[in-house]
T-cell receptor
């Protein structure tokens, strides 16, 4: 079966750095996505990785290792507004998106 | 308006009611999707439409009936639902439903409660 694993919940301190991991087992691979979802709001696209390595976008970076079936989302200089759920999704060989259950990130002052 | 708009935002219905959820996208995308989001569970894909044609139906019970009259509008008709159908229903669109890096653009969802 296909599976995406990510931690259910994480807590971090304002101004710090946090890394949210995502591991996957899928039938093929055609890219990995990260989305952010604030409570009661729509998920919004954060990043897309299809090749190994690090993609940096401001305070957020996303890393991919296809051989390890592993990705992480790195958030730097955390702000209170970063409190949200972070969803990892992998596109398989049939271009179907397989979703993780999301990681709820709690930022404390 | 821009983006993906869903109405109603909240809906409470009895098991014998008939209601519909509406989604409209103003992004010029070709693909539209219905997802079900339950607490602490992965997003569940329900239906996909590409150029108004249904290309995906993930074994969804017939009490959920989608309709896509054009590439900008998508409906989800609800009939004789069960309490376990209570969830957040998300509509999304993308430029191409089958390939490319095309990310999904989501609406804010319709929170459904079935009594």
């Amino acid at each position: 079966g296909q599976n995406i694993d990510q931690p259910t919940e994480m807590t971090a301190t304002e101004g710090a750095i946090v890394q949210i991991n995502c591991t996957y087992q899928t039938s093929g691979f055609n890219g990995l996505f990260w989305y952010q979802q604030h409570a009661g709001e729509a998920p919004t696209f954060l990043s897309y990785n299809v090749l190994d390595g690090l993609e940096e976008k401001g305070r957020f970076s996303s890393f991919l290792s296809r051989s390890k079936g592993y990705s992480y989302l790195l958030l730097k200089e955390l702000q209170m507004k970063d409190s949200a759920s972070y969803l990892c999704a992998v596109r398989d060989s049939n271009y179907q998106l397989i979703w993780g259950a999301g990681t709820k990130l709690i930022i404390k002052p | 308006e821009t983006g993906v708009t869903q109405t109603p935002r909240h809906l409470v219905m009895g098991m014998t009611n008939k209601k519909s959820l509406k989604c409209e996208q103003h992004l010029g995308h070709n693909a539209m999707y219905w997802y079900k989001q339950s607490a602490k569970k992965p997003l569940e894909l329900m239906f996909v439409y590409n150029f108004k044609e249904q290309t995906e139906n993930n074994s969804v019970p017939s009490r959920f009936s989608p309709e896509c009259p054009n590439s900008s509008h998508l409906f989800l008709h609800l009939h004789t639902l069960q309490p376990e159908d209570s969830a957040l229903y998300l509509c999304a669109s993308s430029q191409d439903g089958t390939s490319g890096s095309g990310e999904l653009f989501f609406g804010e969802g319709s929170r459904l409660t079935v009594l």
